[in-house]
């Protein structure tokens, strides 16, 4: 929106904003300069900006400000390391800007070392980073970045802003060159003082600044404009006014914002971009970023839905923006999906069921109450319920791993049964292998872990224990209730248990001689000395 000579304001649908102002009444008269537009969230995808040539990215340069204490965090360490659905939080800015192709550099400061390692082990030497040794504010920070300015135009963003769109930065590009302003910023709707310390946009007599939360004294419902924290300036403007900057009396600090106010005493072209609030919501409390993460997991929850999945109570969900869910699949209540998880198609996750960093096939079904960590599993596979499957675990397709199944970094042949009770560590079972109850695999001596090789059409009677090293021979047979130490050939039957004894007429020994069992009426009635 050009701030001069009137007030006009961009919003990302036109036709949508004229809809929304045609509902207005008489009483919102006094609103007509600042309508309260997009006073919730809205998800409105811009098509029509993604024309080829539309943004000239090679000339604008991006700087994060991920210098500040956190103070408000009050968890002695960087919010900017704080998870959002599995990934921290400066990540999502850097991964926006690095798949827009925009050059970034990273402002550091407080417990650098842990922002740079964040930042590096996502993208690789694609990131500089310039240190900000005391922090003075948002103003003295962009300063510390002086050094790495080499384009056009530098944008400027909050590193707390993870919520923010390719949309709202290509829009905000867009209209910055379009109208050649000196600073372009993006505002949010927003009457509530008590949502976060943002500073408010003033237009009084022409003159247009942002004033700080804390010195913003007049009505929230006619100046209710907020300042999000992203600016676009022309370096050509920049470098001559950053050097102007004064602190801030009360703070001591040097704000950005006050660009702003100098831009309009100097008659220059100021632009502005409205945007939905929960789209630039910063986060500076535990409370900031548990709302964030509602609304980042509700937008990953709406676009599996999108794409053909149903979820249950999607309140007691939890899901990581790097899973991946296929079609026809259906996620039930309390379900956590975490670490790049890949679910196939028409699964039936059940549940209370926890899965990490596995790929799970197509038609699967995970019981109730099943934990899942490193893993893959293949196509109709039922697991569970209470089953553990963990430590790079392969379990091939139309297997069977049934309740309280503990299954470790051992791999699983096709159609192979292991329905209770069972512990399979260190084990590679082939196909059609059937595991009794109560069987477990004992791979470890105290020093070292053994493997245990149980190979096709293998029958494992109930309550087997299986001392490793040990292989199993194909469709071989074990007794149930064995210890197996020594190798099983192929077509063997395998007994490892005591012989039974049976001693005849046991139940009828004398009272006597069961004195643990006798009653006083038995000792009374018995023949006395």
């Known amino acids: 929106m050009s701030i001069r000579p009137h ?13 929304f102002k045609s509902t207005y009444t008489s009483r919102d008269r006094k609103y007509r300069r600042h309508p309260p537009l997009l006073c919730y969230t809205a998800h409105v995808k811009l098509e029509y900006l993604n024309k080829e040539g539309f943004m000239p990215k090679g000339s604008t340069q991006a700087i994060i400000l991920a210098a500040g204490k956190s103070s408000r965090f009050n968890t002695g360490k960087s919010k900017l390391l704080e998870k959002i659905c599995g990934q921290e939080m400066v990540v999502y800015l850097t991964k926006l800007f690095t ?5 970034v550099t990273a402002v550091v400061g407080f417990q650098q070392e842990l922002v740079r390692d964040v930042i590096n082990r996502n ?5 500089a980073f310039a240190e900000q040794h005391e922090q003075l504010g948002t103003g003295h920070a962009l300063l510390c970045s002086r050094p790495t300015w080499n384009a056009d135009n530098i944008l400027v963003i909050n590193g707390d802003m993870p919520l923010i769109t390719q949309d709202i930065i290509t829009t905000l590009i867009q209209q910055h060159h379009q109208k050649d302003a000196a600073i372009s910023f993006v505002i949010a709707h927003q009457t509530d003082p008590s949502v976060g310390a943002y500073g408010r946009l003033v237009n009084d007599q022409g003159i247009v600044e942002i004033v700080e939360a804390r010195d913003f004294t007049k009505d929230p419902q006619e100046y209710c404009y907020i300042n999000a924290g992203i600016y676009l300036i022309k370096r050509t403007y920049l470098e ?19 660009l702003i106010k100098r831009a309009s005493l100097d008659q220059l072209s100021i632009e502005t971009v409205l945007v939905p609030f929960d789209c630039v919501r910063g986060i500076n409390t535990i409370e900031e970023l548990w709302a964030a993460e509602q609304i980042k997991k509700s937008d990953l929850i709406r676009h599996w839905m999108d794409n053909g999945v149903r979820f249950y109570a999607t309140h007691n969900l939890h899901i990581e923006a790097d899973v991946h869910i296929g079609a026809g699949t259906v996620v039930g209540c309390g379900v956590h999906l975490l670490r790049g998880t890949k679910i196939g198609k028409n699964c039936k996750i059940n549940e209370m069921v926890s899965i990490y960093s596995s790929v799970i096939g197509d038609e699967v079904t995970v019981q109730p109450y099943t934990l899942i960590t490193d893993a893959v599993i293949g196509d109709r596979v039922t697991v569970g319920p209470f089953a553990h499957l963990h430590h790079q675990t392969i379990v091939a397709h139309d297997a069977i791993i049934g309740n309280f199944v503990e299954v470790k970094n051992s791999s699983i042949g096709a159609h192979t049964k292991a329905k209770h009770l069972s512990y399979l560590g260190d084990a590679t079972l082939g196909n059609n292998v059937n595991i009794g109850a109560g069987t477990i695999t004992c791979n ?25 090293p040990i292989t199993i021979g194909e469709n071989a047979y074990t007794a149930a209730g064995s210890t197996i130490t020594e190798n099983v050939p192929n077509h063997a039957l395998a007994f490892g248990r005591s012989r039974q004894i ?26 006395q000395p």
């Open 123 to 127: 993208h690789p030497h694609m990131v």
């Open 99 to 103: 798949d827009m192709h925009i050059p």
């Open 7 to 19: 007030v006009r304001y961009t919003t990302f649908d036109e036709e949508y904003a004229q809809i």
């Open 444 to 468: 470890y001596d105290g020093t070292q872990k053994h493997q245990t090789t149980i190979q096709d059409g293998a029958f494992i009677g109930s309550n087997n224990t299986l001392v490793a």
């Open 240 to 258: 001559h006014a950053i050097t102007t900057l004064q602190q801030n009396a009360r703070s001591r600090e040097f704000y950005i914002t006050d």
């Open 502 to 527: 049976n001693k005849e007429h046991y139940t009828h020994t004398s009272c006597s001689l069961k004195k643990t069992s006798c009653t006083k009426t038995d000792y009374e009635n018995s023949e």
